[in-house]
């Protein structure tokens, strides 16, 4: 059956819809606020038991024994396991690049400081503290490999020695004849940038119960999982178990951002309740395991940038070259965030050639994670101020740089460079709207006056292009094969005519189940309060994904839209029966089932549907009595990559433009954000609250990575940033009210035009601030390319700028 | 994060915390205040003692009293009391100062001033506000009571005078004389944090607009809190300055011995701030003192 999906709100089946498209409250808060979202930790279940894991302390070391017998010796203790347990009852997980995994728990050696060792279930968690103490482990130290540069070198000590060397990738991508355009450039202006390692830090930790079902080799995991089925599909991979015997049960989560991926763990648990006889186990994430051993840690970069230019502005080639310091293994699927920015490597801009140098090396540190955004904001950092240094060079106005460069309106659908097509835009509308929105002239005249009086302020202008609805295909050349990624929504009617939204995935906090109470409650001309969202184990829901890169919000648009419409075409059949109509003759009308120009003759909902649960007999003979339909929804027109790793990959693009002014003390390298001006495109905005909620907490994620972010090793390995005393989050005193301004360019390949918009201003705020203090310092003579850009890093810069010129 | 195991007592008077502290000076017994740096070091099982005597239910130790020209505080009074007194906000204001630098709201609630004496950390402001206006300790053990002065409370890194077996009473603090001039501040990664560095000033001028007395402390660049005297020695009989001021920062800078590194800050780093904030806080006090070469209240 095809399935015709409403393109815009005038497709709905209802005259005057309230919904869609309004900052609805969201039907999640509730239950937030009131403390009565059953998150995983609050869970009890019968004969649990508590689990801790004991960790590496050292970075590079060669276990010679383990001894658990004084911890087993203590009440209370239940299960210890090791690695030789892991090797057991278990595989290493699947990883990008592929074959770049180890077992949960070291089985020969460690290789990162905070890598598991081995494992206690207890009574509780204190008792199970107690005797990971007791267990003793003989470290036989290893050299220690912590600097990506080095661990190239022939001869360095190899993290997984099977694998004969570090460099887990190395490939060049020439997507066009850069060299020519370098050749042809009037000016080539070439940086190196440092982005150093940072990543997601949700409220809540990772946390899960896992049970053994002995009798029927089985597995269940209670979990504050992000993808439910991908987690249960690699975990069966793991255990060597059919991915049928493995059911994940997805909890909400505070917060994810690419953080609670928590394989390891959830590997550890599962062995324990193994070996304890398959009494459920606990294990939840505490802060520091978090830090130094979790799903914390992305984006580990060493970038060098040229840009090829013309002398009117225009840029017409584009090089990168990246090093990204992977960590120990690719278990995370960390290096997907290095290929991600083909889906939008030349950013807004019309750069027609582009080159990608593109190395992955393992080091002994925690293995990378996901995080917002998935690797392009720090390439839009490096490229953004690329832009600023020809624009300086060339005396251009860095508003004007961008415009010159913006691809126009009438060129969309844009394929670029790298062979990612962009859906739809009005760059320079958005540019436009930043810059009367902060009053650029303005901010300009104040920055001539700060100047005058000898501060240093500065503005950033610059822009940046979201992905949005991640693809598989974008992820080839790390080896994640496949295309398309479902997301599917059962709506289901009742007898009463309450509406039962059942889907695949937890609550997270983007507010997706009120994005599907809002489309279903306009589809079918109910209310809130007639619907409920249902989420579902990996055993009964329909196949779904979940939220990741930016995807959810158009993903489950099409799956619940769909769903209505088979739904509508369902109902539209059994009246038309007991019409003794056509269907054709039959419509949905404002939630009620009418007999087209036939006035008088319609039936409610709840009719039909009782209609169709009591009397079979009354029913078209072929049709399936349930007042339900299921539809699963993927993005159309997805490519395989070819050679050179193109692909139509990310279905959207979305952008923005910030505007940021900055001053920076020049005796103590401060930082102080004085404006924060967003203007953004991501098409229909189909829950504006919801998109500003994006957009807030993607900024003051942004302002960690600009400012304070920063996970620091020593050279062997061992991690300065353990706790929130030294690893910097932004808190609401370092983060601006913001300005904020919407343009909205819908999608032509999306349900309603939305397009993807979760991971937001992470992918613009770095650069923009960093660009504003760039522009701070430049009567200073100093340059910045490392973030975070911290006190000491920007005085020392600015002394640094001052010697030069006492020296000259 | 969980403790090892620890026994628990809290009494409600000070005599019995005392007597308690007494009976168990043989094993490895801790006072536990607000919590705010002990309860994170029990988790992380950083610290880890027998015996822990908790002073929270004890009324006694909590007040804020003016006593002929000092201001009397008992040690278990939280800084967020210190923060809404009226007393404090006329009487001391570099303590009011000091205090909405210690980390945020919530800390503030639970967090005592006698805790952030006993505690001694080298970023601390306390410490440094102490050894600035000379505070006088009061101190409570199985021999009796003790007053230490601020200069001889203080011991270097995370060390004091206090004996295991101690109770820190009372802090008590002079009020500021009118015409003393004063400032403290503080440069910190985040709005809250531990200081990278910070540096307090109090300064008195005579009637010619010189400098007649002048105090000077810093804190968060070295292992503990220090007093310049030698700075301070340099500046008294001069005229106030900007040229002054940066000479007293460069002496302040130069003097200091092993400053700090750690991942937010370099040793070079700091001992740039030790001038920077010098410099900063006489500017200020100077400023406030009515004097030449000073700056406008929160000017900067
Ligand atoms: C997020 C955060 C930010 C912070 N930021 C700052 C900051 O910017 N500046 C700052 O100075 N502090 C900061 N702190 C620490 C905080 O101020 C603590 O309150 C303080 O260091 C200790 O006081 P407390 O009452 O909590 O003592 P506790 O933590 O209970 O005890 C600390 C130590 O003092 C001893 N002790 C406490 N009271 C007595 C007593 N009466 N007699 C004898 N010994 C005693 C204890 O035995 C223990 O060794 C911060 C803490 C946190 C968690």
Known sequence: MSVEIPKTLEDFPNSSPRFVGRGVDRVEDPHLVTGRTEFIDNVVLPGMLHAAILRSPVAHARITGIDVSEAE????????????????????????????GTHCMATDKVRYVGEPVAAVAAVDRYVAEDAIEL??????????????????????????EEKGTNVMLQRVFN????????????????????????????????????????????????????????????????????SNKVRVIGHPHGGSFGGKGGTRGTDVTALLTRKAGGRPVKWIEDRAEYLTGGGSQSWDRHYEVSLAVKDDGRVTGLDVKLLDDMGATGECFGAINTVKPLAAFTGPY???VARYDLTIVATNKLPQSPYRGMGPPPHFCALEQMMDIAARDLEIDPAEMRRKNFIPKDAFPYTIASGNEYDSGDYEAVLDGALELSDYPELRERQARARAEGRCVGIGVVSAIEPGVFDWNAYAIVGVQGIGVPEGATVSIDILGKISIRVGFALEGQGQYTLATQLVADYFNVGFEDITVVPLDTFSAPPAFGPGGSRLGVALTGAVLGACEKLRAKLVRVAAGLFQMDPEQVDLVDGNLVAKGVPGVEMSMPQVVGTMLARSDLLPPDIDPRPEATYVWTAAGRTEADEEGRAKSYLTAAQAVHVVMVEVDPETGLVEILEYCVVDDCGTRLNPATVEGQTEGSIAQGIGAA?????????????????????????????????????????????????????????????????????????????????????????????????????? | ???????????????????????????????????????????????????????NRIAELQYIREEAGWLAIGAMTRKRAVEESELVRQRQPALLAATQLVGHPQIRNRGTVGGSMAHADPAAEYPALALLLGVELRVAGPGGERRIPAADFFHGYLATALEPTDVLTEVRIPVLDPGTGWSFLEVARRHGDFAMGGAGATVRLDASGKLSEVRIALFGVGAAALRLHDVERELVGEQPGEALFQDAGARASQGLEDPLSDVHASAEYRRNLARVLTVRVLEEAVGRAGGAGGREEGSR
Request: charged share 20%; net charge negative; proline share 9%.
């Open chain 2, 1 to 55: 994060m969980k403790p090892a195991r620890f026994e628990y007592a809290a009494p409600d008077s000070l005599a019995e915390a005392i007597s308690l502290l007494e009976q168990h000076a043989d094993d490895d017994v801790k006072i536990l205040a607000g919590g705010q740096s002990l309860v994170p070091l029990l988790n992380m099982r950083m610290a880890r003692p027998e015996f822990l005597i908790d002073l």
């Open chain 1, 175 to 242: 997507w066009g004849e850069v060299d020519e355009a370098f050749r042809d450039a009037d000016r080539v202006f070439t940086e190196k940038f440092r982005w150093n390692r940072l990543g997601a830090n949700p409220l809540e930790t990772f946390g899960v119960i896992a049970q053994w079902d002995p009798v029927a080799g089985s597995l269940t995991l209670r979990a504050s999982v992000q993808s439910a089925t991908h987690f249960g599909l690699g975990r069966a991979a793991v255990f060597g178990l059919p």
């Open chain 1, 707 to 808: 400012l304070l972010e920063e996970y620091v090793y020593d050279d062997q390995g061992q991690i300065l940033t353990s706790s929130y005393m030294d690893y910097l989050l932004p808190t609401i005193n370092e983060v601006p009210a913001t300005k904020k301004g919407i343009v909205v360019t819908p999608s032509p390949f999306t349900p309603l035009g939305a397009k993807g918009c979760g991971e937001g201003a992470m992918h613009t705020t770095p650069a923009a601030i960093l660009s504003a203090i760039n522009d701070a310092l430049v009567p200073l003579g100093a340059r910045a390319t490392e973030v975070p850009a911290s006190p000491n890093r920007l005085w020392n810069l600015i002394r640094g700028a001052k010697e030069r010129t006492a020296g000259e």
């Open chain 1, 135 to 160: 267990i003793a482990v003989d470290y036989e130290p290893l050299e220690v490999v912590a600097d990506p540069a080095k661990a190239m070198e022939p001869g360095s000590p190899l993290v997984i």
């Open chain 1, 350 to 352: 019309t750069i027609p």
């Open chain 1, 73 to 100: 010796k203590l009440p209370g203790v239940f299960a210890i396991v090791t690695g030789e347990d892991a090797k057991r009852w278990s595989f290493p997980p699947p990883t990008a690049p592929e074959e770049w």
